[in-house]
């Protein structure tokens, strides 16, 4: 076997499917379903896969190339062209007979496993709210799965990437505002979330409370009352074009509500 071609087959895929689980519960943060499902599934499977492949990469074979009559070594590209790996179904087993590592929670496992092949294969399932079954499996079986393989929790994969898409969500507290309306920030979540973004979530509460009293403030006003604190306050503010772009796009969508 070609040794120097398998080396980083266990890293690259625990790459890979750390990426995948990231983007993957960001979306069942959003309430972007069923695909939360098969994304989370997805990265599951290949990180478990990593795993194994840390004891041998051809571990995570079901079905390997067969030699014939070649005198050439095995490759990573027959593994690719020929090589059958197992299933999500097959490998907690694996993963118990190669590293002695059990998956506890195995029937929430096999439940997750089974929305998502109803998922891939009907387009649809019986089941509501996959967002928080998403989140629950993530939460309580794969993270601190990965956690105990690793060290490394999906969370430091969003707060450590310098991208706003991630950062902001992290640091301004909207990933856990996210989490938090589904799922409980339990001691675990806490402590790997961090005191300056739950802080910043739990600001970013007030501050929506106050929007929203000052939101019924303002529409428990008269026309002339409003009219009045306008001329007080924004009477030397110019209104730039697109603004004015703004206030037009609102009128003509209430005009449109009000002509239903």
Same mark, same amino acid.
């Given at each position: ?74 490759? #990573?590209?027959? /593994? &690719? ?7 999500? %179904? *097959? $490998? ?96 675990? #979540?806490?402590? /790997? &979330? ?7 979530? %739990? *600001? $970013? ?56």
């Amino acid at each position: 076997m070609d040794k120097d071609s398998m080396k980083d087959v266990p890293r690259n895929m625990r790459l890979t499917g750390m990426f995948l689980f990231r983007s993957a519960l960001i979306e069942a943060s959003r309430g972007e379903i069923p695909m939360c499902v098969v994304h989370t599934a997805h990265a599951a499977e290949i990180l478990l896969k990593a795993r194994i492949a840390q004891e041998h990469p051809l571990l995570i074979f079901s079905k390997l190339p067969k030699s014939d009559s070649s005198k050439d070594p095995l490759t #990573l590209m027959n /593994l &690719l062209e020929s090589g059958r790996t197992l299933t999500y %179904e *097959e $490998l907690p087993d694996q993963l118990w007979a190669t590293t002695g590592i059990k998956i506890e929670r195995l029937n929430q496992y096999r439940e997750f496993g089974r929305l998502r092949n109803q998922i891939i294969h009907l387009s649809m399932t019986n089941t509501k709210e996959l967002d928080l079954i998403t989140i629950r499996y993530s939460f309580e079986l794969l993270d601190p799965l990965l956690e105990s393989f690793w060290g490394r929790s999906v969370i430091d994969f969003i707060r450590n990437d310098p991208r706003p898409d991630y950062s902001d969500s992290y640091s301004l507290g909207l990933f856990a505002g996210s989490i938090n309306e589904v799922y409980p920030i339990d001691e675990r #979540l806490r402590s /790997l &979330l961090g005191e300056d973004a739950i802080n910043s979530w %739990e *600001e $970013l509460q007030y501050k929506e409370k106050e929007w929203e009293e000052e939101e019924k403030r303002w529409e428990s006003l008269t026309n002339e009352e409003k009219q009045e604190y306008y001329n007080e306050h924004c009477v030397d503010a110019p209104i730039s074009s697109e603004t004015e772009e703004i206030l037009d796009a609102d009128a003509n969508w209430k005009n449109f509500l009000e002509s239903f």
